[in-house]
């Protein structure tokens, strides 16, 4: 004598036995459903994946790696990050700019030059070049490295639409890859969704 079980499953009251009677096309329909669940399960886990929102308002060599890093960082991390570029943020995706960024040696305590020193003619560039001099001698990603990276890694990097007016931009000076035309409204929203919220 033997038993059916709620899983398909026959019993030998007798033996103690098991005897599977489930078909082919029983089995194909579990893993079906398996298949669904799981899918259904990423989907919800994908939801749930934070966001981060930079806003980049500064163009100096020194105040244009905090926003590549943090964004490139997170997005390591698994973050959703979106960096919107104004003003002269703008300079930081602009492939011609990007690569002639400047360091102010006037304002900046940290600056080892004296502001009445820093003040004369050509003391920027002396100051940029120190600076460069040490991202080279310590092996750090360039500007343009830094874009690439983030890039490769889904970061979106955006333009602000009435910078690019202001300033007379071409669109097309841009890296590929970042979008233009974008708007402060746009922005605000991306902040309102996101966890973390960062301007610099």
């Known amino acids: 004598m033997s038993t059916e079980t709620n899983d398909g499953t026959q019993t030998s009251t007798e033996t103690g036995e098991t005897t599977d009677t489930l078909s082919r096309e029983e089995l194909q329909a579990r893993i079906e459903q398996l298949e669904t669940r799981l899918a259904t399960v990423e ?9 981060m929102s930079i ?17 490139s960082t997170a997005a390591a991390f698994g973050y959703e990050v979106t960096v919107f570029h104004t003003f002269w943020g703008l300079d930081i995706l602009h492939e011609e700019r990007s ?8 304002g900046n305590p940290n600056m080892p030059v004296p502001n009445v020193v820093g ?5 920027d560039r002396v ?3 120190m600076m ?11 500007i343009e490295e830094l874009i690439e990276t983030s890039l490769e890694m889904g970061v979106e990097f955006q333009a602000c639409q009435m910078t690019i007016d202001l300033m007379d ?32």
């Open 43 to 51: 989907n919800t886990t994908g939801d749930d994946q934070q966001k």
């Open 55 to 71: 806003i980049a308002t500064k163009g100096t060599l020194d105040m244009a790696y905090p926003p590549l890093i943090l964004a």
């Open 99 to 106: 690569k002639k960024l400047k360091l102010s040696s006037v």
């Open 119 to 123: 003040a004369l003619p050509g003391m």
């Open 127 to 129: 100051t940029t070049k």
């Open 132 to 142: 460069e001099k040490q991202i080279k001698d310590n092996d750090t990603a360039t």
């Open 169 to 200: 931009y071409d669109e097309a000076d841009f890296y590929d890859g970042v979008t233009t035309g974008v708007g402060a409204a746009t922005a605000i929203q991306d902040m309102a969704e996101s966890d973390i919220q960062l301007l610099i």
